[in-house]
């Protein structure tokens, strides 16, 4: 009986949230070339972001996808549905005219990164840090040329300014739209290597998100998982797939 009454209290609040939402007021949706980049438009007229800028695109290939959510709306607008164009709206709102303070945030994970920090005592959980994290520390030695050193436990440990400076140049070209979904990959997982890792190609989407989880994998082989972490990893993990599908899209 319980659940019932929280499954329909959870359909009202549904319901609610969809009647709070604006209207879909446009029938048709399309893509059109515009100042060297693309922009969805909606009844032949270009998107503003929230910050009223223009939603100018890249490439072709990230406006289609984008005008696509626009297209999938019904009777209302929702924004929770339309992950794309969320991500591109804060790229051009957020990051255009920051990118120097966007990299520099991205470069900090870097002294603090997820992957140079190993348990003490648990036996099968240092193995699975060392199979999921070694291969990622000498990829950053051979491909940007920085070497990190690991540690033991959780004081922190001063990495070298050559290693720093590495990750700072890999970061170098990024624009704006990478510089963004590059930002919000390295905040999830707490590494910015598992993000020019995935970014670079050298794993995959599913392969960074693991290699971010192995203490909390492990942990719920020995405790279990609680259904509320659950809910936010999924979220999470719905925020990392966005993040490559974006970059994905711009070349």
């Known amino acids: 009986m319980t659940s019932d009454i929280n499954g329909g209290r959870e359909e009202q ?34 998107v503003r972001t929230p910050a009223k800028n223009d939603l100018l695109l ?17 009777v209302h607008i929702d924004p929770a549905r339309m992950q ?51 291969p990622i520390l000498v990829w950053a030695r051979e491909t940007l040329g920085a070497s990190f050193a690991v540690v033991s436990g959780i004081v922190p440990v001063a990495q070298e300014s050559d290693a720093i400076a590495s990750v700072e140049r890999a970061l170098g070209r990024d624009d704006a739209f990478r ?3 590059l930002h919000v990959m390295t905040t999830l997982m707490g590494s910015v290597l598992l993000a020019l890792a995935h970014a670079r190609g050298t794993l995959s989407a599913e392969q960074a998100w693991a290699a971010a989880h192995v203490d ?24 990392m797939q966005t993040a490559s599908r974006f970059l994905g899209l711009l070349t």
């Open 179 to 181: 510089l963004a979904a």
């Open 84 to 134: 794309l164009t969320k991500l591109a709206n804060s790229a051009i709102d957020g990051v255009i005219g920051r990118e120097a303070e966007v990299r520099a945030d991205i470069v900090r994970y870097a002294g603090s990164d997820l992957v140079c920090y190993r348990a003490e005592g648990a036996a099968e959980l240092v193995r699975s840090q060392a199979h999921a994290w070694d």
């Open 216 to 239: 909390e994998d492990w942990q719920i082989t020995q405790w279990g998982e609680d259904a509320e972490a659950k809910t936010r990893r999924d979220h999470r993990w719905l925020e």
């Open 13 to 46: 609040g549904e319901e609610q949230r969809r009647c709070r939402l604006p209207k879909r007021f446009y029938k048709t949706v399309s893509v059109g070339p515009d100042s060297g980049g693309f922009r969805p438009l909606l009844d032949g007229k270009p």
């Open 58 to 74: 890249p490439s072709q290939a990230l406006a289609e996808e984008i005008a696509a959510e626009w297209e999938a709306q019904r």
